[in-house]
């Protein structure tokens, strides 16, 4: 299959998030999956089973709104996690979802939320200008029925309103944004806000 410029660019920018992700520790083995939005609504995601750290043009794949494969490749089988956000949030343009530390700390030590609120990074997220912000970050029971769990992010949403990112329990984060670049931005924000909180529990468990 021959891919378009559009691809080649998105794509490239996924191979380069993944170098910088992996960098970070945040997707050992082949976890972790990377999604970016085409101009004519076909995702690039990767294809199932990749060291996120290692990618390759080739293992980057197409597929449509559906999460049908385009061009004969395995995508992730969590991709209608990724296909749900892009039909519900006709701004977002690419997916991360990394299988970080603090991700998966964070979901067995908070259970069913996390707060972060009165951060001065918390700027870093989309339309945030002030640190006296309150952003919370539910966390699901993991799933391996990803239409089900795709099912409960939307009641979720459906009832609390639009949010920066989910962790799945004991699994990882994924996070949102206008390019894979505001996402990437996202990611590490959240990474060092997860940091932060899980750093003053664990002072008050002591």
């Not at 945030?128 to 970050?137: G, N």
């Not at 029971?141 to 990803?146: L, M």
Request: proline share 3%; glycine share 6%; aromatic share 8%.
């Amino acid at each position: 299959m021959t891919y378009n410029e559009d691809f080649l660019m998105l794509a490239n920018q996924l191979i380069d998030a993944g170098q910088f992700i992996d960098s970070k520790g945040w997707v050992p083995a082949t976890s972790g999956n990377f999604s970016a939005r085409l101009p004519d609504g076909t995702i690039a995601i990767t294809v199932s089973g990749k060291h996120k750290g290692r990618l390759q043009l080739d293992d980057i794949m197409l597929i449509d709104a559906d999460a049908n494969s385009l061009d004969g490749k395995k995508p992730s089988a969590e991709t209608a996690l990724h296909t749900s956000l892009y039909k519900r949030f006709p701004a977002v343009q690419s997916v991360l979802h990394p299988h970080s530390i603090n991700a998966t700390l964070t979901s067995r030590l908070f259970k069913s939320e996390i707060v972060l609120e009165d951060y001065e990074l918390l700027k870093a997220l989309a339309g945030i200008d002030t640190h006296e912000s309150r952003v919370v970050i539910p966390i699901f029971a993991n799933d391996q029925n990803i239409p089900r769990l795709a099912e409960q992010v939307e009641q979720y949403m459906d009832k609390h309103g639009a949010i920066y990112a989910y962790i799945i329990a004991g699994h990882g984060l994924y996070t949102w944004g206008s390019s894979v670049q505001e996402t990437l931005r996202h990611l590490e924000a959240l990474e060092f806000l997860f940091d932060c909180e899980l750093r003053l529990h664990g002072v008050k468990r002591r």
